[in-house]
């Protein structure tokens, strides 16, 4: 499965390398985590993450492969 995370704000390098399984974009004033997503777990674990880093989650959706 492939998912696009949207969060709020510009992501700086540092944060994200807290996504290593994932390549992220920034534009228009949302940075864009995509990737790869094994399992149920693993994208709850994302959300987890999120949330942790005070990131204001704005879209999560699965992508066509």
């Known amino acids: 499965m492939r998912y ?5 704000g510009h992501l700086s ?7 290593p399984e994932l390549d992220y974009v920034v534009m228009s ?3 864009v985590l995509f990737g790869p997503v094994v399992d149920d777990a693993h994208l ?3 959300v987890v993450r ?4 005070g990131l204001r989650l704005l879209e999560m959706r699965r992508v066509p492969e």
């Open 50 to 53: 999120c949330q942790s880093l």
């Open 44 to 46: 709850y674990g994302l």
């Open 13 to 19: 390098e540092t944060l994200a390398r807290a996504f």
């Open 29 to 31: 004033g949302q940075t």
């Open 4 to 8: 696009e995370i949207r969060v709020e």
